[in-house]
């Protein structure tokens, strides 16, 4: 991986931290997750219309990334009403990459050498301990299960949205398209499943919803983009970096309670990403 591209992807993932954050921090995660990804859809459709249209086999890359967008969401909305910032992030994010390397074996045709294999060996390593501090102590069993669904439809979403985007052959189309039909989906579900009264909110609610969404949209427009150019499996590990700051956020900012085993965890993830780039 290129450092230019390291360093792009590295600046993504202090702002997928970042908007984490402000998710966790709000009353109603759902209703947070549903305005950020509203305020998604209302900036993508700006960028499409400077962006040709999807052409053929496209449509179904972005349709398909779309929904798994939305079905990350639930689940990460969901696990952030169990557990803290810095627990579930860590094993969602954390847990992507490993299973983006185990389809990416049979599915991609990147070429991965030794070393990242360690790097990414130890990523699994650090999840695991974040895994295990849940149990020893006391947290919430059920934010296990939410966070790691999280993590399968993010490397669902990674591995489709790399492969479409090369397809697309134009990162800026394809990121705002995939966010259009995320819009749809999620706004579809949330009026079923809630009704018209979870678009209601409060002005601060809509504002960091829509801060949340610009973070969201720029880091994810990197992360496409350094799909297309550098190999998937690298690129869902180096954003996992975004699992320190995450840590950091959640002990500072949101005064989560931290320990030597949750720091030990995301420093074990960390030296994962360390190792994949020297």
């Keep these: 991986m290129e450092f230019s591209v390291f ?8 702002l997928h931290a970042g908007w984490n ?6 009353g109603d995660r759902f209703q947070g997750m549903l305005l950020l990804t509203f305020t998604q859809g209302v900036m993508a459709l700006g ?16 349709l398909g990334s779309g929904l798994l967008h939305t079905i990350y969401k639930l689940f990460l909305s969901a696990a952030y009403q ?37 790097g990414i060996g130890l990523i699994g390593v650090g999840v695991m301990m974040m895994v295990r501090g849940v149990f020893s ?27 479409g ?3 697309a052959m134009d990162a800026t189309m394809f990121t705002a398209w995939l966010f259009i039909f995320d819009a749809m989906f999620f706004s579809v579900y949330s009026l079923v499943s809630r009704g018209a ?3 209601k909110a409060s002005r601060r609610a809509w504002s960091l919803g829509g801060f949340a969404g610009v973070l969201s949209l ?23 970096t975004s699992v320190l700051f995450a840590l950091v956020i959640g002990v500072l900012v949101l005064k989560e309670k931290t320990g030597a085993p949750k720091i030990l965890a995301a420093l074990v993830i960390v030296s994962g990403i360390v190792v994949i780039r020297i």
Excluded: C, N, Q
Aim: proline share 5%.
């Design 7 to 14: 360093v792009a992807v590295l600046f993504a993932a202090v």
């Design 21 to 26: 954050a402000v998710i966790r921090s709000g």
């Design 47 to 62: 960028m499409a219309v400077v962006v040709p249209l999807p052409d053929g086999i496209v449509w179904v890359w972005v």
């Design 82 to 118: 169990h557990g803290d910032l810095s627990r579930v992030y860590p094993i969602s994010r954390g847990a992507a990459p490993m299973m983006v390397v185990l389809a990416g074996y049979f599915l991609l045709a990147d070429t991965i050498e030794g070393k990242e294999y360690v």
């Design 137 to 163: 102590s006391g947290e919430s069993r059920r934010l296990l299960p939410l966070a790691l669904g999280s993590a399968l439809f993010t490397a669902g979403y990674l591995i489709v949205d790399g492969l």
């Design 165 to 167: 985007a090369r397809v």
């Design 197 to 199: 009264i979870v678009f």
């Design 218 to 240: 720029a880091t994810y427009w990197i992360a496409v983009w350094a799909m297309t150019v550098a190999p998937i499996a690298l690129v869902a590990a180096v954003r996992e």
